[in-house]
C-alpha cells in the first residue's frame, strides 16, 4: 500500500525539460532540491520530493565515476542530458544519478534522499540506495529519458534555505574530497544524515 495516495498522472507538474540539465551538475544539484521525482511501473506511481543532493563534476573530479575516462559501465554519463544514470555499488545499492551538461561531458548529480510521498508501507528514502528501493528504480532504468514516463522529474515548490556540505564517502578523492558539492534542503528531516558542519546556505539555483 502507498504512503498516501499518489497523484494522478493528469494532476502531476509539469516536468523538467531537457534543458534544465544541460548546465553544470554543481548548478543542476541545488535546483533539484524541491523536485519531485516520479516512478510509473506496471500501472502503479510512487513519488518522492528530492531533499538532497551530489555533484559530480566530470573528469577532472576524482569522485566521480568518469574520473578514469569512458568505460562500458560510464557510457551514459556521457550521453545528453536529463537521462538517469543508475548503478549498482557494493553488490546491493542501486544508485541514481541524473546527468548533466551538453552530450559528451560526464556531469551527474547523485539524488541521496527524497521525502517519500507515494511508496511501499515501510519503505524509506533517506539514503541513496533506500530511496531506489522505495521507488522502483533499478539498472533497467540506466540510459532512460527523465522527460517521460515511467521515469521522469517534476517542478516542485522552491527550497527556502539550502546546506552546502562535502560529499559522503570520497575521502580517496584528494582535492575533491573536501569540495562543497552535497546540497540540503535544511527544513528535511529525510535527508541520509544531518551535516555536521555546513560550508554554506544559499537559495535554490
Not at 510509473?40 to 578514469?68: F, M, N, Q, S
Not at 562500458?72 to 537521462?83: A, E, I, M, V
Not at 538517469?84 to 551538461?101: I, S
Not at 533497467?140 to 521515469?151: G, I, N, Q
Amino acid at each position: 500500500m502507498p504512503i498516501t495516495t499518489p497523484p494522478s498522472p493528469s494532476a502531476l507538474p509539469p516536468v523538467l525539460p531537457a534543458s534544465f540539465y544541460g548546465r553544470p551538475a554543481d548548478e543542476v544539484a541545488p535546483a533539484l532540491l524541491g523536485q519531485l521525482l516520479v516512478v510509473r511501473h506496471d500501472g502503479e506511481l510512487r513519488a518522492g520530493r528530492i531533499v538532497e543532493t551530489e555533484a559530480y563534476l566530470g573528469e577532472a573530479d576524482l569522485a566521480c565515476h568518469a574520473a578514469r575516462g569512458r568505460t562500458r559501465r560510464t557510457s551514459t554519463l556521457y550521453g545528453p542530458p536529463g537521462t538517469a544514470y543508475v548503478y549498482l555499488v557494493y553488490g546491493m545499492h542501486e544508485l541514481f544519478n541524473a546527468v548533466c551538461q551538453p552530450e559528451g561531458e560526464p556531469h551527474a548529480v547523485l539524488v541521496r534522499a527524497v521525502e517519500l510521498l507515494a511508496a511501499p508501507e515501510g519503505a524509506r528514502g533517506d539514503g541513496p540506495g533506500r530511496l531506489t528501493r522505495a521507488l522502483g528504480i533499478s539498472r533497467a532504468d540506466d540510459a532512460r529519458s527523465l522527460t517521460r514516463p515511467p521515469l521522469s522529474i517534476h517542478a516542485g515548490a522552491p527550497v527556502a534555505d539550502v546546506r552546502v556540505t562535502r560529499r559522503v564517502g570520497v575521502g580517496y578523492a584528494g582535492v575533491w574530497a573536501d569540495a562543497p558539492l552535497r546540497f540540503l534542503d535544511s527544513a528535511s528531516g529525510a535527508v541520509s544524515r544531518p551535516p555536521a558542519h555546513a560550508i554554506g546556505s544559499g537559495r535554490r539555483a
